[in-house]
């Protein structure tokens, strides 16, 4: 019948997950379930929004995202946070409307957005809406629905930011957005925002001198196991690692510089013309 990701706060040592794939079978048996995570920082949309991000658009046009991150709906209020459906680059996105539409949007413009009728119709709904709301949501998109019997069509959604790296003379400012499964440590800074500056040197700096990179390496293999390296990754972001470091294993970027999420990444670039020394970039 199709596909539907989930992407949760909800982790995996409870029932909640199997819960949400148990009524998913019940209502549409042949469906295809994908887990996106379950390990999102409780609350925490943006970085909800990473995940959905680096990996919506591998999926075929016509995919269903139910989005089960701060899921509690508020109704009466000027504030409001909505269950709603957004529709971006032929996927749909099912979420409750507290900000994450605008951090997956960014200054993009989505094909439609509509608010999900009939919520206040269903109290019990209200008591764990990423089940009792958003899954029948999404099967009903799955079975082909119109959207507009499904819900209101809106042209505005709760805005949202999260902090983007920063160009000054001579230097990118960015931070640790995520730290995955190795310890590797990503960054907000793009390969895009990089490329800005051409082929002048350059200094990676973060945490102590003695942790700063030089060069930007291809695959982790470039460099000796054990050897820390920056690349940009599959999704253009700046990556901080240690080349086969893990936990259990010597040790990830993370532990063995200390690193952790909105930490403070500098590039220092030394354009022909510059005379810096390495102490002077601290």
Known sequence: MGIITLTTDMGLTDYYVAVLKGNLFKLAPEVSIVDITHQVRPFDIADASYYIQASFQEFPEGTIHIIGVDSEPIINSSNG??????????????????????????????????????????????RFPVKNIFVPTAVRILSGEALTDIGSEETSWRVAHTVNAVIEENL?????????????????????????????????????????????SSTYNDVAPGERLA???????????????ATGNGGGADSLFGLRIHDLVRIEFNPRGSAKTIDSLF
Not at 104 to 115: A, M, N, S, V
Not at 185 to 212: Q, S, V
């Open 81 to 126: 946070a909505y269950p709603s459906i957004l529709l971006f680059k032929g996927h749909y996105f099912v979420s409750n409307d507290n900000g994450i539409f605008a951090l997956i949007l960014k200054d993009q413009k989505p094909e439609g957005f509509w608010r999900i009728d009939n919520v206040l119709s269903n109290p019990k709904g209200l």
């Open 172 to 216: 990118i400012k960015g931070s640790i957005v995520h730290i995955d499964h190795y310890g590797n440590a990503i960054t907000n800074i793009t390969k895009e925002i990089f490329g800005r500056f051409e082929d002048a040197p350059f200094t990676i700096l973060f945490r102590k001198r003695e942790y700063y990179i030089d060069e930007i």
């Open 231 to 245: 690349f940009f990754n599959d999704n253009n972001l700046l990556e901080i690692a240690i080349n086969k470091g």
